[in-house]
């Protein structure tokens, strides 16, 4: 098959995935995430219990699904659970605005219990008295108190015990108040939790194995159906349960007709359990008459039998003896009643049916984004995009004339893919997400980018406008899929390794590098290929290959040490800032809470401090918001110790200047942040290996070394400058550092697969004189490529909104240290190195010898011998061509037109076709002839005192 | 946070041993490799085997890296000069 007729099958096929893609997008809907829709994300990790002692995946995967019908029954449409990390569950309900709603319902653990009251209930001494109803006692008030009895008592440690299965550490404040309500199994856990403004006079309360602390029961719900908030009344109980969840069935929300049509849940027992209910009623109600005094009222006489769900009191009904003098047959099941709305009776029910998790789930991570925000989250993310595209294909326009406008319409056609697949596959669409599909623009235009620079440098070379299409395509495509596959590697390891909000980011941007591939190296090059016999693509000047690019003198490497020692001094200044500034970690790491809340009446930031500082917040970040789309009166409040339950600062804010509006919540618990800090410094640490062994595979490895020292600077800079402008470190951030490693590294190969292929070329000059050649031929394309992916980078700070804005930050301070880098880091360590070696220093010493002791920093031809020569290309044919070798592909006709595109004789035509001429090509040129390859001519010897100027000496004495 | 300082100030400092005959064990990388371990090494020792967190991280963390980083690029140095006269005998 000729190349220009697979060039148009491919370009068939491009047209017929672009009708597709179009029909995909008119037809399917995008699937937007929390953050640009609004909604609920909760996230929870697992911990043991005495039932399920390790978090395995079983575990996990149970967990699940009993989480997955829990959302179901919720009624959310289109949520998404999936795991993450390795003991976390992420649960995103979209649309959903009432928080605490979603975290009782799915959140619950949902432990039943049923105890024998009189029999379990302690008294102030730890001792039970079954003879006495309620043992004599009522609620401790105020849970320090009652955990404070608790610790007193011996542990009672029997295999029955079920919600008290070991020590629980309760942490309070100076004030005795709970840090939070959430318990530990030791005191370094609890610790652990802690900032160190919340350790801080904590005290630490351990209750033994055993000894359970249950929260009273709550009051009927008033008139209009509100139930009463959980009171701060504590009993002491024996954990010692007669009954559990697994002992009933069919639970339903029901109405108790006998009193007032109020909701109860209703079940019915299991065959074990009715047994264990009558056995237990029975003894309950023989005590009661035994103990009751002569002529009492058998309702206040008798003994009890409590409910408890996750550590709260549901209910105690008496047994009435008289009644029930052989306890209550289970047959017609039970009820539980009190305290109950309908819905929450129903939330109840439900619960009960699906069944307790095998896990304890603690919510680590709570975040709810307003619809209003994701609206305008999602229209700056838009912006942002188109921003981004328009800057990119102006400036391929400009710089590549013709080539921009088939450059731009592949990026189009790329962009239609790319927006196609989201819809297809279905990616869920986030913020971090439209991120990495801006960020793939940058990519996609950087591969047009080094195959036109490499197009251009064959017309240059004398090659015709189809030749050289072909030949820049075949040497531009190793460099290209280097670079990719280290991005998509990057982007893979993100995927495997980062926080829940990072791997959408990650996902777009390893699909979209695949994408660019495909429409870069492809639909480019069929387009180009199919244009290359008309007028359009006739002239040199249509390429922006006009003249011969006049060679850049300048001495990288002997302007290395300069470089150099501003990176150092950089760096000392970047520590001195982390050091004595130190890095402004966001809530993703530290932990804590933000809350952008639209309030209705109008509030300064002093009188917010006032309003929060009952509530023991006065000390909170607050400042006020400037966002027309949230609100006349938008406050944002930042909070250090505010664990993912507690709605205190909402509801104190609510209280007082009342709400315009859904909030913005974002609550990250320290497990969470820890989790976080953990997976970034994981992610990092994988990148750089994987980074490392490609290197090696792909160059050699004192290739990669060079790259890892240059990818350590582009880091810790970026954390110097996040430092020293305060910027606040978030998760986003992490993701842009993993992307600056891919970014970075796309400069480094191109000038390291350049110094790869001049080492043949110059056999027998200094490394540093092949590092000098390699980086003046490709330092316009460097700084293309890099200039190229930091417009849409700028694109996204300029339009991306708040979250976003951060993103860029690193990105460009990133981008710009990595193209740094490239050219003044990894390449002079490179070349340092490399000299080191025999053959090197053997080159260096000679040169020395020749040029009076300077190595020249451009190589120069001697005693005939000329700098450089076209390598010989291993398991080439020897013998001249003079037809097509490969018929199928080659036509004879585009073999002549190669043949006249050379401008050679056909007697010539074997030493323009390749590696084949006897003597190889250096005899060619020796002889005078053209050798086909963009060979340059030999460098001139230096003469003047000018010219010298750009030798350099090598600092180093040998 | 104490470890990242340490390590930076170290690398800072490699960055002017181009200035100096490349005599190191290793080149310039192993002058990197004496920097980086010299410093977080010496300062994990200046700092009693702990590794100062966030909090604790002072402008005094950042020169406790110098004598390590000087101590690791000078060894590395040494050894190469030993080496060297190795070969030359």
Known sequence: ?958 | MGIVVWVMTGLALWHFTVFLPDRFWGGIVGAFAGAVLGSAIIGLAISGLDVPGTDDTTLLTCLEAIPGALIGMGAVYFEGIRREGAARA
């Open chain 1, 1 to 958: 098959m000729s190349v220009r007729r697979r060039s148009l099958l491919i370009l068939l096929l491009v047209f017929g995935l672009v009708a597709g893609s179009i029909a995909v997008i008119a037809t399917k809907k995008t699937q937007l995430g929390l953050d640009l829709q609004g909604g609920v994300q909760l996230i929870y990790e697992g911990k043991p219990t005495k039932a399920q002692p390790t978090v395995n995946q079983a575990a996990l995967d149970r967990s699940l699904t009993l989480l997955r019908q829990r959302v179901d029954a919720f009624g959310v449409a289109e949520p998404e659970i999936r795991l993450a990390g390795d003991k976390q569950i992420e649960v995103s309900l979209p649309g959903v605005e009432d928080v605490n709603s979603a975290v009782d319902q799915i959140g619950s653990t949902a432990q039943l219990f049923l105890y024998d009251w009189e029999k379990n209930v302690l008294d102030e001494d730890c001792k039970t008295n079954p003879d006495e109803p309620q043992n004599g006692q009522s609620a401790v008030t105020g849970l320090y108190n009652a955990v404070q009895r608790a610790a007193k008592c011996d542990p009672r440690v029997d295999a029955n015990n079920s919600a008290a299965d070991r020590p629980r550490v309760y942490v309070f404040d100076k004030a005795n108040k709970p840090v939070s309500e959430q318990t530990f199994e030791s005191e370094a856990d609890a610790r652990d939790s802690l900032d160190a403004k919340q350790l801080e006079g904590a005290k630490f309360v351990t209750v033994p194995e055993g000894i359970l602390v249950l929260r009273a029961e709550r009051g009927d719900p008033d008139k209009n159906g509100k139930v009463p908030p959980a009171p701060d009344r504590w009993y002491l109980i024996d954990d010692n349960p007669a009954l559990s969840g697994t002992d009933i069935k069919d639970p339903k929300q029901e109405f108790d007709e006998r009193a007032g049509n109020l909701p109860i849940v209703t079940f019915k027992f299991t065959d074990k359990g009715r047994k264990a209910f009558q056995n237990t009623t029975r003894a309950i109600a023989i005590r009661g008459q035994d103990n009751a005094p002569p002529g009492a009222d058998p309702v206040s006489a008798s003994q009890h039998f409590a409910i408890a769900l996750d550590n709260e009191l549901v209910s105690t009904p008496y047994i009435n003896y008289r009644e029930n003098p052989d306890g209550i047959d289970g047959v017609n099941g039970a009820q539980i009643s009190g305290g109950f709305t309908i819905d929450t009776a129903q939330n109840l029910a439900q619960l009960l049916e699906i069944g307790a998790l095998p896990l304890r789930l603690e919510l680590v991570s709570r975040s709810q984004v307003s619809a209003t925000l994701g609206k305008q989250a999602l229209d700056q993310g838009l912006t942002a995009g188109i921003g981004g595209f328009i800057v990119v294909a102006l400036f391929l326009l400009v710089f590549y004339r013709v080539l921009g406008v088939i450059a731009t319409a592949t990026l189009a056609v790329y962009a239609l893919y790319f927006y196609a697949l989201v819809k297809l596959i279905p990616i869920t669409l986030t913020l971090p997400g439209i991120a990495g599909l801006i960020l793939t623009l940058g990519v996609a235009a950087d591969a047009n980018i080094v195959i036109f620079e490499r197009i251009k440098e064959e017309i240059r070379a004398g090659r015709s406008v189809g030749t050289a299409i072909a030949s820049g395509y075949k040497k531009a495509i190793g460099t290209i899929i280097d670079a990719n596959v280290v991005t998509l590697l990057v982007a893979f390891v993100l995927f495997l390794l980062a926080a829940a909000g990072v791997r959408g980011f990650a996902f777009t941007l390893g699909i979209g590098v695949a994408v660019s591939l495909f429409t870069a190296v492809l639909a480019t090059q069929a387009i180009l290929l199919a244009l290359s016999g008309t007028r359009l693509l006739s002239g040199r000047a249509a390429l922006g290959a006009r003249e011969r690019e006049a060679r850049r003198k300048f001495d990288f490497m002997g302007a290395s040490r300069y470089f150099f020692s501003a990176s150092g001094i950089i760096l000392l200044i970047g520590a001195l800032a982390i050091a004595g500034k130190g890095l402004n970690f966001g809530i993703d790491f530290e932990s804590g809470s933000r809350i952008t809340a639209p309030l209705a009446k109008a509030a300064s930031v002093d009188q917010v401090r006032e309003a929060l500082r009952p509530v023991g917040f006065g000390d909170a970040e607050i400042q006020t918001i400037d966002n027309p789309d949230l609100g006349k009166n938008v406050v944002q409040v930042s909070v250090e110790k505010l664990n993912p339950q507690d709605n205190t600062v909402t509801d104190a804010l609510n209280a007082k200047f009342g709400s315009a509006g859904d909030p913005n919540v974002e609550t990250i618990g320290p497990s969470f942040g820890r989790s976080v800090a953990r997976s970034a410094l994981y992610a990092i640490i994988a990148s750089l290996l994987i980074i490392g062994v490609y290197i090696t595979l792909r160059f050699e490895w004192k290739y990669a070394v060079p790259v890892l020292i240059a990818l350590m600077h582009d880091l810790l800079i970026t954390a110097g400058v996040y430092a020293l402008v305060g910027q606040e470190v978030t998760t986003s951030t992490v993701a842009a550092l993993l992307t600056i490693l891919g970014f970075s590294l796309y400069d480094t190969i191109i000038v390291f697969d350049r110094v790869r292929e001049n080492v043949p070329r110059m056999p027998s000059a200094a490394f540093s004189q092949i590092v000098n050649r390699s980086m003046s031929e490709v330092i316009v394309r460097s700084l293309a490529t890099s200039f190229c992916a930091l417009l849409p980078i700028l694109s996204l700070f300029l339009f991306g909104g708040e979250t976003l804005r951060d993103f860029a930050f690193a990105l460009i301070v990133g981008t710009l240290s990595g193209t740094y880098s490239s050219v003044f880091i990894a390449s002079p360590v490179l070349c340092h190195w490399k000299e080191r070696e025999a053959v090197y220093a053997k080159r260096e010493s000679r040169i020395k010898a020749e040029h009076g002791g300077i190595v020249p920093a451009y190589a120069v031809a001697t005693a005939g011998v000329p700098a450089d020569v076209a390598p010989s290309e291993r398991g080439g044919r020897r013998g001249r061509i003079t037809a097509p070798s490969d018929p199928a592909n080659v036509s004879n006709q585009e073999f002549e037109d190669m043949v006249r595109n050379l401008g050679v004789e056909s007697g010539q035509a074997a030493a323009a076709a390749g590696p084949s001429v006897p003597g190889g090509r250096r005899a060619a040129r020796r002889a005078g002839n053209g050798d086909g390859e963009a060979a340059p001519k030999p460098e001139p010897k230096p003469k003047s005192p000018a010219a010298r100027k750009v030798t350099r000496k090598h600092g180093r004495a040998r």
